[in-house]
């Protein structure tokens, strides 16, 4: 394995600009885990901006360390790890953009790399969705965001970062026996969004449910529905208080700590979990890099789990 930079040998504020250092994708023989940037935000509802969130997530990478004591792993030693760059997606046509991603993720899935997306606005949670099921059927979905993410269409639009779990319930590439949303909070356009949301065959754990059950409950729940079928996990960082993340698009207050969210994370250890995005980071609304070195750290534990699933 090549690993990230020696930080006894290369200051961390120096070296590669890579995620956590690590090689780039044409450094390396084969990749079994690439980390991929996909600038994109054409789809957002209010403010814009995550299309600056790889860069972003990347420079605040620069201070993980290789050895992950939480799940006693070192994943750059169990797993060829590389930084796969950026998409480069139109951002004046949506529907262009979401097939240039499809076949991106597609080429580097058929490489046998595994995928930690770092978003761009939600939107291309479906053409990464598409990717992963056109190699492993439908997949169970983990999905943590304050929003439902399932509503139909937005001034007429059906593809939007408010819908693509709708979409891809609609296009069966989700194993709606075992969809479900984590951290969701925050008014609604109305008591239909939840009805729909559960006809569509979403099962919810609020952010209060994660506060009143606590962290080990919502794990076991979570785990008993998603069994050993092949798991996406989707993690858009407004599911953090805006106190852990404000750099994000549709901030909502009453949201899950970084903590929570690391540690239900972890929970998922020994899951098939075979792709992942951290997605909707805003850094022009940051402050101090709180959010981008949130999405690091979940970046970093998702990666942790698809080193220790490497088959
Ligand atoms: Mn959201
Ligand atoms: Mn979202």
């Not at 194993?175 to 109305?190: E, F, K, N, Q």
Request: aromatic residues 6%; negative net charge; hydrophobic residues 45%.
């Amino acid at each position: 394995m090549i690993g990230p930079v020696d930080s006894s040998q290369v200051p961390r504020f120096a070296g590669p600009a890579t995620f956590a250092r690590l090689p780039r994708l044409d450094q390396v023989p084969s990749a079994d885990i690439a980390v991929l940037g996909v600038p994109f935000d054409a789809g957002v509802s209010y403010r814009p901006g995550a299309r600056f969130a790889p860069a972003a997530v990347r420079e605040a990478s620069r201070l993980l360390r290789p050895y992950n004591p939480a799940l006693d792993t070192a994943p750059f030693e169990q797993a060829q790890v590389v930084d796969a760059g950026d998409i480069a997606c139109n951002p004046f046509n949506i529907g262009e953009a979401i097939g240039t991603i499809q076949e991106q993720a597609t080429e580097l899935l058929n490489t046998g790399a595994r995928l930690l997306t770092i978003g761009g606005d939600h939107t291309i949670a479906l053409p990464l969705l598409r990717a992963v099921a056109a190699q492993h059927g439908p997949v169970a979905l983990l999905h943590f965001d304050a929003h439902l993410d399932t509503w139909d269409t937005y001034f007429g639009e059906p593809y939007t970062h408010g819908t693509p779990f709708r979409r891809a319930v609609e296009e069966g590439i989700l194993d709606t026996s075992a969809v479900s949303h984590v951290g969701t909070r925050g008014p609604l356009y109305g008591r239909a969004d939840l009805d729909e949301d559960t006809r569509l065959g979403f099962g919810i754990v609020t952010s209060a449910d994660v506060m009143r059950q606590g962290v080990d409950a919502v794990v076991e729940a979570l785990r008993a529905r998603i069994g050993d079928r092949p798991l996406y996990v989707s993690v858009d960082i407004d599911v953090l208080d805006p106190a852990h993340a404000p750099g994000t698009g549709t901030p909502e207050a009453g949201g899950m700590t970084s903590r929570e969210l690391l540690e239900i994370l972890r929970g998922l250890a020994g899951s098939n979990l075979v792709s992942a995005d951290v997605v909707e980071v805003a850094p022009a609304y940051d402050h101090a890099e709180l959010t981008s070195i949130a999405a690091s750290h979940v970046a970093y534990d998702l990666i942790t789990l698809l080193a220790m699933g490497k088959p």
